[in-house]
């Protein structure tokens, strides 16, 4: 049987190892005391006829004469080791002989023990010094990890979906709740206080990819890989909340995240909750994923970004396309819509971002924007003049909308970024890392935290959005994941802006 054979051949091995080892050992003494032992009129072949081996003589000798520099530098280095020893041992017995005679009562000799004391003195104080810069980038890794703690606490973790979650999104009205748009073709909502899950949305036949909230009124936008996007109304109650737990308690009781199986649901889960399987609107005119939607200033209207390389514009009211924008060479990534403006920035593979201009009716300008090597995986506006683009390139850029030639900061990174976020008040920004990582940056590309991970907390996958809230006087950060799971964080901001 093959497991047979996998474990015979696996034995087989094993016997040889121990005569490979001491093969190998025989030769390294052999050549050591070569020097010695081997006449002159010895050539390399002849001193390894009788091993077996398959290489050329040529090459042979080759691997004998660098084996042989090798060693004369270990010799050198060796020689050196004991004289440097030598003169330790020197130095020693004679400061501890100037230490007995100075103690043996002669005040002559009391300079003598005063260099003394210096030089070991000295001697100690370069050794602290190079144990401290030899430690320096240990302890400094220690205590950026303990002041992103201090900065980023950990608010609560949204856990339901049952495939990855690939955007999140918080109400600009009341009820405040989440929303997570997930692989598993649903869209759920998100009590952000308790963390229960308030509504299902299953009205689409695939991924769902990006969801935004309606500025005025309780709807939602769905982009899905079934080519469509939906827009529909929700409902729900908030439950009462509970007393914030201790964030400061040690958390061993609680139950590990990355212990979680791929199946598990909490009790809450998505089967307990009313669940929408209709849309108010459905958006048909794509030939392609739906890669995402947003609402423009007012509601009135929407853009949907897709794999067909198009964006479309619709009036919500009457499902109708209004306008086709096309120009990216290949599919998009992104699309999102200016807080106050009718602007559109879309993004795409093609490794650029295109800034769409609605407000003269008459005349629908576009401007291309070829700042980055790869493929850019969102751009996003902030609430002054100002957009922020990031890519697979591992790069931020931050530019003016004034002055768009060129950018004004740029943020690299050690990973490639994926949905960025800027916050409304502070201008933060928020950036979602393949590696897992969430970083933190002001708009003059100046980093101000990482948020904490580890096997208790953080995401154990990709993270793919994230979204800020800052509503009742507190600043909250939203994260999701292909992990399955959301998490929400609370942002010290005060104390990462005196960090700064």
């Given amino acids: 049987?093959?497991?047979?054979?996998?474990?015979?051949?696996?034995?087989?091995?094993?016997?040889?190892?121990?005569?490979?080892?001491?093969k190998a050992h025989s030769l390294s003494i052999r050549r050591t005391n070569s020097t010695e032992e081997r006449p002159l009129g010895i050539q390399r072949g002849d001193m390894l006829e009788g091993q077996d081996s398959k290489l050329p003589l040529s090459i042979r000798n080759n691997l004998l004469d660098l084996f042989g520099q090798i060693e004369r530098e270990f010799e050198n280095l060796y020689i050196e080791n004991l004289e440097l020893r030598r003169e330790i041992d020197s130095l020693n017995e004679r400061l501890t002989g100037d230490g007995q005679t100075?103690?043996?009562?002669?005040?002559?000799?009391?300079?003598?023990?005063?260099?003394?004391?210096?030089?070991?003195?000295?001697?100690?104080?370069?050794?602290?010094t190079t144990y401290k810069a030899s430690t320096s980038k240990i302890v400094s890794s220690f205590k950026a990890t303990a002041g992103s703690r201090a900065l980023c606490q950990l608010l609560k973790e949204y856990v339901g979906?049952?495939?990855?979650?690939?955007?999140?999104?918080?109400?600009?009205t009341p009820p405040v709740v989440l929303g997570t748009a997930s692989a598993d073709h649903s869209a759920l909502l998100w009590s952000i206080e308790t963390g229960?899950?308030?509504?299902?949305?299953?009205?689409?036949?695939?991924?769902?990819?990006?969801?935004?909230?309606?500025?005025?009124?309780?709807?939602?936008?769905?982009?899905?890989?079934?080519?469509?996007?939906?827009i529909w109304r929700y409902m729900v109650q908030l439950p009462v909340p509970q007393p914030p737990p201790d964030v400061s308690a040690p958390c061993d009781d609680d139950q590990d995240s990355s212990d979680r199986e791929e199946g598990e649901v909490d009790g809450e889960g998505p089967c307990e909750v009313p669940t929408v399987r209709l849309?108010?609107?459905?958006?048909?005119?794509?030939?392609?994923?739906?890669?995402?939607?947003?609402?423009?200033?007012?509601?009135?209207q929407v853009v949907t970004a897709s794999w067909d390389r198009a964006a479309n514009l619709y009036e919500v009211e009457t499902s109708e396309l209004v306008h086709t924008l096309t120009g990216h060479d290949q599919e998009l990534t992104h699309c999102c819509t200016h807080p106050?403006?009718?602007?559109?920035v879309t993004s795409s593979r093609d490794t650029t971002f295109r800034l769409w201009d609605f407000r003269d009716p008459s005349i629908h300008s576009v401007n291309v924007f070829q700042g980055h090597t790869d493929t850019v995986t969102s751009a996003v506006f902030t609430v002054g003049d100002n957009v922020v683009s990031g890519s697979d390139d591992r790069t931020v850029k931050v530019w003016d909308l004034k002055n768009m030639r060129s950018p004004i900061a740029t943020i690299r990174t050690d990973s490639a970024v994926n949905r960025i976020s800027v916050s409304a008040n502070q201008r933060i920004i928020a950036l979602p890392h393949d590696n897992r990582q969430v970083r933190l940056f002001d708009m003059s590309g100046v980093r101000l935290a990482r948020l904490p991970r580890s096997n208790r907390m953080g995401h154990r996958r990709m993270v793919c959005c994230t979204a800020w809230n800052e509503e009742n006087q507190s600043c909250n950060l939203f994260t999701c994941g292909f992990d399955r799971q959301a998490i929400g964080w609370n942002i010290n901001i005060p104390a990462l802006l005196q960090e700064k």
């Fill in 102 to 128: 100075i103690e043996g009562g002669d005040p002559t000799k009391g300079a003598l023990k005063t260099k003394a004391s210096h030089s070991t003195s000295q001697l100690s104080q370069k050794l602290k």
């Fill in 196 to 230: 229960k899950c308030l509504l299902r949305y299953a009205g689409h036949a695939g991924s769902v990819n990006s969801i935004k909230f309606h500025p005025t009124e309780q709807m939602a936008l769905t982009a899905s890989g079934d080519q469509t996007a939906h």
């Fill in 279 to 300: 849309a108010t609107a459905t958006l048909k005119s794509h030939q392609g994923v739906v890669i995402a939607a947003d609402w423009l200033v007012g509601g009135r």
């Fill in 1 to 22: 049987m093959p497991v047979e054979g996998g474990s015979s051949s696996g034995s087989a091995s094993a016997a040889r190892h121990p005569k490979q080892k001491r």
């Fill in 340 to 344: 106050s403006q009718r602007l559109v």
């Fill in 161 to 172: 979906h049952r495939d990855g979650i690939w955007d999140l999104s918080i109400t600009r």
